[in-house]
């Protein structure tokens, strides 16, 4: 099973600021890398796919790279709303696996 | 407009069992691999099951040889069956596509799955 470790557990950044969060995988995902953002209450939704795709609707700010098993998901540009917990998620390998989750605070 | 709509949550006891449905629509949904992800309260994300387009089926180790995945691709729907039911899986279940880049593009609202005596 491949294991998705997310840092840091929270990050706590001001509006503006570059939020940086890592995805480090147990073994390569090769590109079958993704994030998703789930903000308090909501369902989880897709921000980037195949490590670095932006998916439909999400706002340049959001960037992944990356490759192998160490990725990057970089919000520019922190906004209040932007206040969410990020997973990373592999589809290389079964079993499917996602990370823990990094929590963004905005103060 | 993609939509997908998980029903049959509840609260059964341990050992009973459940059935989940995802009634799809807004796209072929016999033209897409299909997953089943869950998340307990407070806690992240979890890979449940999955279903290709041909009807394959993956399962993770904590619900292998208890939950079974199906899909009926005339009535667009998705279903997880779920057997000798433990504490550890009350979650929300959520249904949900996959699309571009083999990532979960759309996502149900979810049922909540309680399992208590």
């Known amino acids: 099973e491949i294991v998705l470790t997310q840092s840091p557990a929270t990050l706590s950044l001001s509006p503006g600021e570059r939020a940086t969060l890592s995805c480090r995988a147990s073994?390569?995902?090769?590109?079958?890398l993704a994030w998703y953002q789930q903000k308090p209450g909501q369902i989880p939704r897709l921000l980037i796919y195949?490590?670095?795709n932006r998916a439909t609707g999400i706002p340049a700010r959001f960037s992944g790279s990356g490759s192998g098993t160490d990725f990057t998901l970089t919000i520019s540009g922190l906004e209040p709303e932007d206040l969410a917990v990020y997973y990373c998620?592999?589809?290389?390998?079964?079993?499917?696996?996602f990370g823990g989750g990094t929590k963004v605070e905005i103060k | 407009e993609v939509q997908l709509v998980e029903s049959g949550g509840g609260l059964v006891q341990p050992g009973g069992s459940l059935r989940l449905s995802c009634a799809a629509s807004?796209?072929?949904?016999?033209?897409?691999?299909m997953h089943w992800v869950r998340q307990a309260t407070g806690k992240g994300l979890e890979w449940v099951s999955s279903?290709?387009?041909?009807?394959?089926?993956y399962y993770a180790g904590s619900v292998k040889g208890r939950f079974t995945i199906s899909r009926e691709n005339a009535k667009k729907s998705l279903y997880l069956q779920m057997n000798s039911l433990r504490a550890g899986d009350t979650a929300v279940y959520y249904c949900?596509?996959?699309?571009?880049?083999?990532?979960?593009?759309?996502w149900g609202q979810g049922a909540m799955v309680t399992v208590s005596s």
């Open positions: 073994q390569s995902v090769s590109s079958y």
């Open positions: 998620h592999q589809r290389s390998n079964w079993p499917l696996t």
């Open positions: 279903v290709g387009t041909p009807g394959e089926s």
């Open positions: 949900a596509r996959e699309g571009y880049g083999h990532a979960f593009d759309f």
């Open positions: 807004g796209f072929t949904f016999s033209n897409y691999d």
């Open positions: 195949d490590v670095s």
